[in-house]
């Protein structure tokens, strides 16, 4: 038996610019005022990418429960046809577990904690792991692929190797 | 000078039906467990029409101050190229005001309160009041079009008609 232990870091753009973008409020955002002045719109936070193969933007609500730290991975995902795009609605943290897009590797896993006021869109192909709220049950809005095909693969974790995600302190 | 007053209703998917969609978690939904049964997915809440003339799907957030009632519609607007939706992220309620889509007409104008678990989807053309949030500043997610193109129409409510739009108790 392997033993992992992956801490989870604060979830910023710039790590995790190879799994995908991080959708907040942010100062080097693209800020356009609009509506008279009543409204920032921070333009355009997320690449959108579900036209593979016929695919169509959908937009959907995710009810999860909660998870608790220290969370054991046993299994990732990805989604070959698509993007897939994550905000919190409940204000509550989250865990985010990746791994780069192309041949799956357990021991290059990296795992982050995104606050509530974070959403986080992962590039087609990306690995991932479930949604994970923290603290509390929580819901999220998603944009992803709708359409024909096969978009999502799995891969279990061999048995003998564990990963245990805790939260940096 | 001509006045009306508009009362906001709340905002249910039957009477936003000729608009648009209200995205909310609802027991008429579409929902597939998934996550190994962590995860409730409401599935494909609203109906995303932002290809036209090439656009693609973009995910911005809004952040808009609030304004209070009762409120005094001056503009309208519509995107002839492409839905858009919002979904508060603050739990706020927002004030929702709108019209059918083709010839814009100042009469037939409805209001609808949306609670802070309520998003809508404004379909392609829906004459619309920009974001309106009640009770304190708020951001919104919104998932609009992105791409050339003339997509943004608006209209000034005549000088002789006044409309305010009050709550319905």
Not at 13 to 35: K, L, T
Not at 58 to 86: C, D, K
Not at 113 to 122: F, I, R
Request: net charge negative; glycine share 10%; hydrophobic share 40%.
């Amino acid at each position: 038996m392997s033993a992992m232990l992956l801490q989870a870091q604060t979830l910023t753009r710039e790590a995790f610019a190879p799994y995908g973008d991080v959708i907040e409020v942010c100062d080097n955002n693209q800020v356009i005022p609009i509506n008279y002045g009543l409204t920032d719109r921070h333009h355009d936070l997320a690449q959108v990418d579900v036209a593979a193969d016929g695919g169509r933007p959908i937009i959907s609500i995710f009810r999860s429960r909660s998870v608790s730290v220290p969370f054991q991975v046993e299994i990732m995902e990805r989604h070959p046809l698509g993007s897939q795009a994550f905000m919190g609605l409940g204000g509550h943290p989250y865990l985010v577990i990746v791994g780069l897009a192309g041949e799956f590797d357990a021991h290059k896993l990296r795992a982050f904690v995104a606050s509530g006021n974070q959403g986080v869109n992962y590039h087609r192909g990306t690995w991932h792991h479930y949604c994970l709220s923290l603290e509390a049950d929580s819901d999220f809005l998603v944009v992803d692929r709708g359409g024909d095909g096969h978009n999502c693969d799995e891969v279990r974790l061999p048995a003998d190797l564990n990963i245990s995600v805790t939260i940096q302190e």
